[in-house]
């Protein structure tokens, strides 16, 4: 049993990352699964808490979420894979590698602007802090 | 407060640091307010909403040194920062209690006015007493609000996640300041300065011990209730969860 996870961001590099995942199960002779998981910035500003109901920002993230998912949902479902979605919020680094890990995933695909370490420093890579924090192999795809 | 002098600059830095966490999240709780409107209404109602949030701080910084001379203001000033620093360190609940996103343009209007009042009224307490009476610096702090809350929110809430410790210190800090606005009340200032000069740093710090104390200990608690009811949150909508 193969299952690949790729991280959903809404950019051409999440996709060519999908792109990448897709071939690696064409190829695989074993029951393949296919995750993708977006992460939406958490808002926990003391007001948003005060103001506004929990639903409505669970609503919002799911919007969020689901839009940005939904390119990456349509090529894969138009290259004839089922995907399993995933949702989470908070710091994209330790949701993707907690859901990894979780989900049993056999390896994540990457999806990287392949900034040079010292501007992924600067920008925070999140490729960077799922290589770090990830438990399963992680393959980069620029 | 002299030019430059040591206490001056711990002030300025207080009142950057209470715009940051008193000021980074109130453009989006305006835009999750009105999230439900028809986007035309929407876009007015975030404006309309931002504007409002800034006019009425530039209201309340006009009366705020005044009023918190009256006495016993300060100590409701401070209590009320009490409350806003613990709610900071609990997660999000799901109480009713809270007025919400509408569909309706007045249900919006009236979340968002509301909103406003408070997040201003929090905001320019907090400055006026980390100003310790120098309209200079109430005017700094107001100046330096209106950037944060037109542009700051998404930057500020990264730093809030990335850094959950700023999130504590901010806590902490509303704590302090709650602490000393009510030992510089007009009723007890003299009192405390004559007799027990080091209450006004004993009341902050104390301040501080309870807000982090209180809210560390209340977050855990909704933590673990939390963890035994849920489980992990997975919002993906579950009609495609697989296809």
């Not at chain 1, 506004?52 to 998912?69: P, S, V």
């Not at chain 2, 007799?195 to 933590?223: E, F, M, Q, T």
Request: glycine share 8%.
């Amino acid at each position: 049993m193969i299952a690949v996870l790729v991280p959903i961001d809404g950019s051409a590099h999440a996709l060519r990352a999908l792109d990448e995942a897709m071939a690696e199960g064409r190829r695989s002779t074993e029951p393949f699964s296919l995750h993708l998981v977006n992460v939406q910035q958490a808002l926990a500003g003391v007001h948003v808490k005060t103001f506004i109901k929990r639903e409505t920002l669970e609503d919002y993230y799911r919007e969020q979420g689901n839009a940005a998912l939904a390119p990456a949902r349509e090529r894969a479902s138009a290259a004839g894979f089922s995907v399993t979605v995933h949702i989470g919020v908070g710091d994209p680094g330790e949701v993707i590698a907690q859901y990894a890990a979780q989900q049993h995933c056999t390896r994540i695909y990457m999806g990287t602007r392949g900034l040079g370490s010292v501007a992924g420093m600067v920008l925070g890579s999140v490729a960077v802090k799922v290589v770090h924090l990830s438990t399963v192999p992680v393959l980069m795809v620029k | 407060m002299e030019f430059g002098s040591p206490a001056f600059w711990i002030a300025v830095l207080q009142i950057i640091a209470i715009d940051i966490v008193l000021g980074g999240d109130n453009a989006v709780v305006i835009a999750l307010a009105s999230r439900r409107l028809p986007p035309d209404l929407q876009r007015k109602a975030i404006f309309w909403g931002v504007f409002g949030a800034i006019a009425l701080r530039v209201v309340l910084i006009f009366f705020a040194l005044t009023l918190l001379a009256i006495p016993y203001l300060k100590v409701v000033g401070g209590l009320l920062l009490f409350w806003i620093g613990i709610k900071m360190m609990l997660p999000h609940d799901d109480g009713g209690h809270e007025i919400d996103a509408s569909t309706h343009l007045w249900g919006a209007i009236k979340t968002i006015i509301v909103a406003d009042a408070v997040m201003s009224v929090d905001n320019v307490i907090a400055i006026a007493a980390a100003s310790k009476d120098s309209m200079a610096l109430v005017i700094f702090g107001l100046v330096v609000s209106v950037p944060i809350i037109v542009w700051g929110s998404r930057l500020v809430l990264k730093l809030m996640e990335r850094f959950p410790v700023v999130i504590t210190l901010g806590a902490a800090l509303l704590g302090w300041i709650a602490g000393d606005m009510l030992v510089r009340d007009v009723v007890f200032k003299d009192w405390v300065i004559a007799n027990a000069p080091l209450l006004n740093w004993i009341v902050p710090a104390a301040g501080v011990l309870v807000v982090v104390g209180l809210g560390k200990l209340l977050a855990s608690r909704a933590g673990a209730a939390k963890a035994v009811a849920e489980g992990p949150v997975d919002l993906a909508a579950p009609e495609t969860k697989r296809d």
